[in-house]
């Protein structure tokens, strides 16, 4: 089974401050690993994804994330915060090695979301 | 536009009545995924569509809820007999597909379904 755990529900951080959402995943194979951001009441605008080589990743608005294999983890980083950037965070995996072998193989994970509040 | 679009943008019903929830995906993809989120909780799995292939409907809570897609294309999700438990925003997404499934899944806005 597919897993992606999302430690903190909230993360406070002041404006110019670099920030880090942090993600942890389990899967059985190699994972994909996804970030989404939600605006409110919009949908998830995806940021970024990792699949295969380089370990830091760079995405939309100015944000990277970094994979770790040994400690099975792919957290979410800016360098300096903004207040727009204050929004629902989302990490998701899907397990390589699940993919096509049955029911529900194909799907993503998500894990229950970060709040982001950048304070000014 | 280009984007996932889906309608109503908000739906308010009774319990016991049924209802139906739209889905247009983006030109040219052919996945198209319904998830629920409820509020404090992430996104939960409801269906799969892959072309004209059987959708993989494994997330689907009860059988009340079924999906269709016509034509490869727009896809209507129906729950019957709506239940409270049944508030939530149900949001649609569609992706490219390859064999190796590492395409992002683009969301629409969602619906908003209240269930009194």
């Known amino acids: 089974a597919q897993s992606v755990a999302q430690p903190e529900d909230q993360v406070n951080v002041a404006e110019g401050n670099p920030l880090t959402v942090k993600c942890t995943y389990s899967?059985?194979?190699?994972?994909?690993l996804f970030w989404y951001v939600q605006y409110p009441n919009r949908g998830l605008q995806f940021l970024l994804k990792?699949?295969?080589?380089?370990?830091l990743v760079k995405g939309s608005y100015g944000f990277e994330a970094e994979f770790n294999k040994s400690q099975t983890s792919f957290h979410l980083k800016k360098p300096s915060a903004l207040v727009s950037d204050s929004a629902l965070y989302f990490c998701?995996?899907?397990?390589?090695?699940?993919?096509?072998?049955?029911?529900?193989?194909?799907?993503?994970?998500f894990g229950k979301g970060t709040k982001l509040s950048v304070i000014p | 536009g280009a984007g996932v679009s889906q309608s109503p943008s908000n739906k308010v019903t009774e319990k016991g009545k049924d209802v139906e929830l739209r889905c247009d995906p983006i030109s040219g993809h052919t996945a198209l995924y319904w998830y629920r989120q409820s509020l404090g909780q992430g996104l939960e799995f409801l269906i799969y569509?892959?072309?004209?292939?059987?959708?993989?409907k494994s997330g689907l809570p009860s059988d009340r809820f079924s999906a269709e897609r016509t034509g490869g294309s727009v896809s209507t999700l129906t729950i019957q007999r709506t239940q409270q438990e049944d508030s939530a925003v149900y949001l649609c997404?569609?992706?490219?597909?390859?064999?190796?499934?590492?395409?992002?899944?683009?969301f629409g806005p969602g619906t908003r379904l209240t269930v009194l």
């Open positions: 899967v059985s194979g190699n994972p994909y």
């Open positions: 569509f892959q072309g004209n292939s059987a959708p993989d």
């Open positions: 998701a995996v899907r397990d390589v090695l699940l993919i096509g072998s049955g029911a529900g193989s194909y799907q993503l994970t």
């Open positions: 997404a569609s992706s490219r597909t390859t064999g190796l499934f590492y395409n992002e899944q683009f």
């Open positions: 990792y699949i295969t080589g380089d370990n």
